[in-house]
């Protein structure tokens, strides 16, 4: 089993709707999370962390912990096709571990 | 803003040749990491260094070696480049438990 299972997608949203991307992860001592957007042929940019239980909110992005679940979200709001991007979820115990990433797609 | 810059973009070299990717960074994070990212297969980590001339093997170290002198340079190096090491190479910077920051990437294509 992964540390960091993501669903490789992808995930296909039409423009304005809200794209939803999860992650669940292994080790119940995780303490704290990240989410990143990676361009194609470029590198992963930070777009959130979160370390305690439930909701984040930045913008059009919305982050949701639930460590007895052992599961992270990433909700974006009012998709644009700029958001259209593979996004890494990365959690960290002692260690840093990447999820192998979801492909979004954005269609207009 | 967290600057970590890698000092190529675009690197093409010849098989077996020793081949040096360099990365700065400039806020005085005590970790640094080497990634490579090929498609399909993720990031996957290469060396880590937690501090000043300290180094660890990270999920593929073979064929690569790690320098840390000062704290904010952290060098990879391919000691006989083989094609198989063709890639996108991506370093990042990290304080304790905080997130990571990643330089721009360089692509790698030994010919």
């Known amino acids: 089993q992964k540390e960091v299972e993501q669903n490789s997608g992808p995930l296909s949203v039409p423009e304005g709707a809200i794209a939803s991307l999860n992650c669940t992860y292994s080790?119940?001592?995780?303490?704290?999370f990240f989410w990143y957007r990676q361009y194609s042929g470029k590198s992963p940019e930070l777009i959130m962390s979160?370390?305690?239980?439930g909701d984040k909110e930045d913008g059009r992005f919305t982050a949701q912990l639930n460590k007895a679940s052992q599961y992270v979200s990433l909700l974006i709001r009012d998709s644009q096709p700029s958001d259209s991007a593979t996004y890494l979820c990365?959690?960290?115990?002692?260690?840093?571990?990447f999820g192998s990433g979801t492909k979004l797609n954005v269609k207009p | 803003d967290v600057k970590v810059t890698q000092s190529s973009r675009y690197l093409v070299k010849r098989t077996g040749e020793k081949v040096f990717l360099e990365c700065v960074q400039d806020?005085?994070?005590?970790?640094m990491f080497w990634y490579r990212q090929d498609p399909g297969l993720g990031l996957r980590l290469i060396y880590f260094?937690?501090?000043?001339?300290?180094?660890e093997k990270g999920d593929i170290p073979e064929g690569y070696s790690v320098s840390r002198e000062k704290k904010e340079r952290f060098s990879l190096i391919l000691e006989s480049a083989s094609t198989n090491q063709t890639s996108m190479y991506l370093c990042?910077?990290?304080?304790?438990?905080?997130?990571?920051?990643f330089g721009d990437g360089t692509r790698l294509s030994i010919l």
């Open positions: 990042a910077s990290s304080l304790t438990n905080q997130p990571q920051h």
């Open positions: 080790d119940r001592g995780s303490q704290s």
């Open positions: 979160i370390y305690s239980n």
């Open positions: 990365a959690v960290n115990f002692n260690k840093f571990y």
């Open positions: 806020m005085d994070h005590e970790n």
């Open positions: 260094s937690y501090d000043v001339k300290m180094k």
